[in-house]
């Protein structure tokens, strides 16, 4: 059963870069025609959708954060990692990674997601 | 983008009783919209997909329907561990998208 555990600092002084990993165990994340997500949730509120990779290495990004994101797999480390630069107060929130189903559906498997504080 | 709007805000039901869960899409999403449960300190966790199909686990009492623009989550009969917040999500237009959320509470 595929599992996904993301990584990074907890905390990120403005203006800097948010880098994070998830890392994927059970299967590979190159097999299947799945791609691989990056979600994002602010204390008390609702989910945002940041963007995904394809086992092919093409994304999609949320065009409101699109000019500061970047989604990449590393297939040697079975992971893939967010990078969102120029950061502020509003980028503070749990970051989840998950399962994309494509053609085939939503995002079905979730990390249990990571906690990020910007802040100086 | 496509905007979810979830309705009620919140639910307040007993243990036993039938809830029902609104989301209303600012455009079509045909049949691409699912349905996701959370707990306090948890993941989502996927319980409907592509409007009525239930994910692997997800017992019957839960069920999806709509398409288009509007769509319904029932929980036929509301159990102890189904007192959460519970989201729409769509795949159909860029960017995907999530409902504001509707908490499902005591």
């Known amino acids: 059963q595929v599992q996904l555990q993301e990584s990074g600092p907890g905390l990120v002084k403005p203006s800097q870069t948010l880098s994070l990993t998830c890392t994927v165990s059970g299967g590979s994340i190159t097999s299947g025609v799945y791609f691989w997500a990056w979600i994002r949730q602010p204390a008390g509120k609702g989910l945002e959708w940041i963007g995904r990779v394809s086992t092919g290495g093409n994304t999609d990004y949320n065009a409101s954060l699109q000019s500061r994101v970047t989604i990449s797999l590393d297939t040697s480390k079975n992971q893939f990692s967010l990078r969102l630069s120029s950061v502020t107060a509003a980028d503070t929130a749990v970051y989840y990674c998950?399962?994309?189903?494509?053609?085939?559906?939503?995002?079905?498997?979730w990390g249990q997601g990571t906690t990020v504080t910007v802040s100086s | 983008e496509t905007v979810l709007t979830q309705s009620p805000a919140t639910l307040s039901l007993s243990p036993g009783e039938r809830a029902t869960l609104s989301c209303r899409a600012s455009?079509?999403?045909?049949?691409?919209l699912a349905w996701y449960q959370q707990k306090p300190g948890q993941a989502p966790r996927l319980l409907i997909y592509?409007?009525?199909n239930r994910a692997t686990g997800i017992p019957a009492r839960f069920s999806g329907s709509g398409s288009g623009t509007d769509f319904t989550l029932t929980i036929s009969s509301l159990e102890p561990e189904d007192f959460a917040v519970y989201y729409c999500h769509q795949r159909a237009n860029w960017p995907r998208s999530f409902g504001q959320g509707t908490k499902v509470e005591i």
């Open positions: 998950a399962r994309d189903l494509g053609h085939q559906g939503p995002e079905d498997v």
């Open positions: 592509d409007g009525f």
């Open positions: 455009q079509s999403v045909s049949s691409y």
